[in-house]
């Protein structure tokens, strides 16, 4: 099987590993690297459940090759925590407001809207409901998820960080 | 590589192709990676036109101040292509070669009338874009060619615009899309139009019956109610989204949406300059 060897930052560490050409970004971040927090619904990039930040820009990991990561950022679930285990704001947020109940579509929801707050510090409701368009989410109804996220962007504007 | 490499496919944003890999609905020998070929992504607006680098990503041309001040249907019809996280990785080269009948950005070009470039062993050409779907997602590029830049004339600043399009969620592939251009005079009489639909057949079409129709006339809700309604005469696609006749009425109705649209956008800019 056709291999290459690339290196990448994942979550602030470099990783240089061995893959081979026809692994997707997801199954490379979830099988080699066990970073299982990135979830895999649909493989074909409609439901938005392995949504990572690629240089700070939301992406679908199913959609792209694991060698086209190769010198580039990635930040996963697993990355948006402190060192010590303090959630994000906006983690913090979705526990306290029920933004998740099986959890499949949190790490795509968590890291498309750490996107949106990113760019855009005080969205509105249709805001938030527009960033989330491209990801699935089968219990919440989606109500819980927007709650969260206006919550999270108040707390981000007061100061709250990780 | 193009033309040493049997079975290959050019991978672009790969927000189409990686899925069709995906499913096994394409199963190419080799891929070759564009996103690091260098000097493909840009924006440039000369004096009369705007050319984009095929590699562009869709959110770049979203969050671009020059697009919107010279060619602002093409932000707002952004919008509608797929979500935030494709946008991100899709580019406008790749979305014109997939050539999917209902992409928003093939149908603008069409409306547009952009011309493509491409590359390939014999050097450069260039091809209008009214030539450039010669069927069902299939565009006119040699196997061994390479898009390389869409060039857009530019609209005089005052002209107005519409996008409008029926899809059954935001984000999903619009059933039917209408795109409207239009430049009046001082007394609101119409010097030139552009109409386009997308969805309605393997290619955009341009309601040049609409174009053709309303010049000379003035502008006003009366006038795009009526000429729509050129669009209930079109063939158009049937197949499980949607019958033939019900893109028909849709046709009409975006048509008129997008017209009223355009023309509200022009008389609010002729007011103001």
């Given at each position: 099987m056709d291999q290459r060897r690339i290196t990448l930052d994942v979550n602030g560490s470099t990783f240089t590993e061995t893959v081979a050409t026809r692994t997707t970004l997801a199954d490379f971040l979830r099988h080699?690297?066990?970073?299982?927090?990135?979830?895999?619904?649909?493989?074909?990039?409609?439901?938005?459940?392995?949504?990572?930040?690629?240089?700070?820009?939301?992406?679908?990991?199913?959609?792209?090759?694991?060698?086209?990561?190769?010198?580039?950022?990635?930040?996963?679930?697993?990355?948006?925590?402190?060192?010590?285990?303090?959630?994000?704001?906006?983690?913090?947020?979705?526990?306290?407001?029920?933004?998740l109940q099986c959890g499949f579509c949190t790490p795509g929801m968590l890291t498309t809207l750490i996107e949106l707050l990113r760019d855009n510090p005080d969205p509105s409701e249709s805001d938030v409901r527009i960033a989330i368009s491209g990801n699935l989410c089968r219990c919440t109804g989606y109500q819980s998820i927007v709650t969260a996220t206006l919550d999270a962007a108040k707390r981000m504007r007061m100061g709250q960080t990780v | 590589m193009l033309a040493s490499l049997e079975n290959n496919r050019l991978l672009a944003g790969g927000q189409s192709l990686m899925p069709m890999l995906n499913m096994r609905y394409a199963m190419p020998d080799h891929i070759i990676d564009l996103n690091r070929v260098e000097g493909l992504a840009s924006i440039l607006i000369t004096g009369s036109e705007v050319v984009i680098g095929a590699m562009t990503r869709q959110r770049d041309i979203e969050f671009s101040a020059e697009i919107q001040s010279g060619c602002p249907i093409m932000t707002e019809a952004i919008r509608h292509v797929g979500h935030r996280q494709t946008r991100n990785r899709g580019t406008i080269g790749g979305s014109l070669c997939h050539l999917d009948p209902s992409a928003e950005l093939v149908t603008l070009c069409a409306l547009l009338d952009a011309t493509v470039t491409a590359v390939g062993p014999d050097g450069q050409r260039d091809i209008p874009f009214a030539q450039f779907p010669i069927g069902y997602?299939?565009?006119?590029?040699?196997?061994?060619?390479?898009?390389?830049?869409?060039?857009?004339?530019?609209?005089?600043?005052?002209?107005?615009?519409?996008?409008?399009e029926f899809a059954r969620r935001h984000g999903d592939f619009a059933i039917v899309s209408a795109a409207a251009l239009l430049e009046l005079d001082a007394s609101s009489t119409i010097l030139r139009a552009s109409v386009a639909l997308g969805g309605v057949g393997y290619a955009p079409r341009r309601m040049t019956e609409i174009e053709t129709g309303i010049l000379g006339q003035k502008a006003g809700s009366e006038l795009w109610a009526e000429a729509a309604k050129a669009c209930s005469k079109i063939e158009a696609l049937d197949d499980v989204h949607a019958s033939s006749s019900y893109r028909r009425r849709l046709a009409v109705a975006m048509a008129r949406r997008a017209l009223q649209a355009a023309g509200d956008r022009a008389l609010a800019n002729l007011q103001r300059h």
């Open positions: 080699q690297l066990r970073l299982t927090g990135t979830h895999l619904g649909c493989e074909h990039g409609v439901c938005g459940a392995c949504t990572v930040l690629l240089d700070g820009r939301s992406a679908r990991s199913c959609l792209m090759l694991a060698v086209q990561a190769d010198g580039h950022q990635i930040t996963t679930v697993e990355g948006l925590e402190a060192s010590d285990g303090t959630l994000h704001p906006l983690q913090q947020a979705f526990a306290d407001h029920h933004g | 997602m299939t565009s006119a590029l040699q196997p061994n060619e390479c898009l390389t830049r869409i060039s857009i004339p530019l609209w005089p600043p005052t002209h107005g615009y519409g996008f409008v």
